[in-house]
C-alpha cells in the first residue's frame, strides 16, 4: 500500500504522523508531505497614487528560498522520526505552488497513485469551517483515494 501523510509541524499533523505510522506494514511506502503556497508577485494600486505598486521580485525569491528552506526542514523532522523508527520506504516531498495547495496535494496523490491519504484535522467549529474552510474537508470529498482523518 502507498500511503501519504500530510505534515507542517502541527499537532493535528503530528497525530496524522503517528496515524499514518500505525497503519504503516513493513512493505508499505510512506509518502510525508509538506505542501505550501508562495506569495505570487503582486500588484497594489496604493491610495493616493496613481500607478500602481509591484513588489520588488528579489523579495518574492527571498521569500520563495525561506518558505521551501522551512518546508525541508519539516519533511526532514518527520523523514529521521522514520529512520529513528528503523522504518523504510519513507520518501519525503514538498509541494510548493501558486495554486490552491489542497488542488495540488489531490494532484500529487493521483498521479503518484496513492492508496490513503492521512491527514490532521484542525479540529474548527462548525461556523469556522464554513467561513474558512476545511484541508481535511477538502480533501476528503475531493480524493480519489481513501482518507483517514486522524483526530
Known sequence: MKLLVLVDGSEPSNKAFEKA???????DELLIVHACQYAELQIYTLPG????????????QDHHRYV???AHDICK????KCEEKGLQNC??????????TKS???????ERQVDMIVVGSRG?????????????????HH???SVLVAK
Open 21 to 27: 505510522l500505525e497503519i504503516k506494514q513493513k512493505d
Open 49 to 60: 497614487l496613481s500607478e500602481s505598486t509591484f513588489i520588488d521580485p528579489k523579495i518574492l
Open 68 to 70: 521551501e528552506a522551512k
Open 77 to 80: 523532522a518527520y523523514k529521521t
Open 91 to 100: 520518501h519525503s516531498f514538498v509541494i510548493t505552488t501558486t495554486n490552491d
Open 104 to 110: 495540488e496535494v489531490l494532484r500529487f496523490a493521483q
Open 124 to 140: 474548527l467549529g462548525q461556523v469556522k469551517r464554513m467561513l474558512l474552510g476545511s484541508f481535511s474537508t477538502y480533501i476528503s
Open 143 to 145: 480524493a480519489t483515494c
